[in-house]
């Protein structure tokens, strides 16, 4: 499916977000919008559904009420959720869009769903991410 890839490229191309990496055999890139609070957000085009991940910090070391917060913060995300990695090592954005019929208004929002959950919970997961 490399139209898609190259039509996913072109929807961040036309959002102004920079690709600072790009693995073409996985049809993966790795973006960032700084203006925005975007830094190395991976996309990858995992047939059938394209994929949005970005690193917001380690789980500290006493996360205390840390994931009972970030499920109460999913619920006001808009797009994708606060999720753990497979050893509960990160805490990561993710989102999941469907290729077939992926449009740019649809990643564009997913993307900007970020910067906003960013912008309003970012004071608060850096003050967990000092303890």
């Known amino acids: 499916m490399p139209e898609i890839f190259d039509r996913v490229k072109q929807y961040l191309f036309d959002m102004e977000i920079h690709i600072i990496s790009e693995v073409l055999a996985e049809k993966l890139v790795v973006v960032e919008d700084e203006e925005n609070g975007i830094k190395n957000l991976i996309i990858d085009c995992e047939e059938p559904i394209l994929i949005l991940e970005q690193v917001i910090m380690?789980?500290?070391?006493?996360?205390?009420?840390?994931?009972?917060?970030?499920?109460?913060?999913?619920?006001?995300?808009?797009?994708?959720?606060?999720?753990?990695?497979?050893?509960?090592?990160?805490?990561?954005?993710?989102?999941?869009?469907?290729?077939?019929?992926?449009?740019?208004?649809?990643?564009?929002?997913?993307?900007?769903?970020?910067?906003?959950?960013?912008?309003?919970?970012?004071?608060?997961?850096?003050?967990?991410?000092?303890?």
């Open 58 to 131: 380690k789980v500290p070391q006493d996360p205390g009420d840390l994931f009972k917060r970030l499920l109460q913060m999913n619920r006001d995300v808009v797009h994708g959720a606060f999720v753990l990695d497979e050893k509960a090592e990160l805490i990561l954005f993710r989102d999941t869009l469907q290729l077939e019929n992926l449009d740019r208004n649809e990643l564009e929002s997913s993307i900007h769903a970020l910067s906003l959950a960013l912008a309003e919970y970012g004071s608060e997961l850096i003050g967990y991410a000092k303890r």
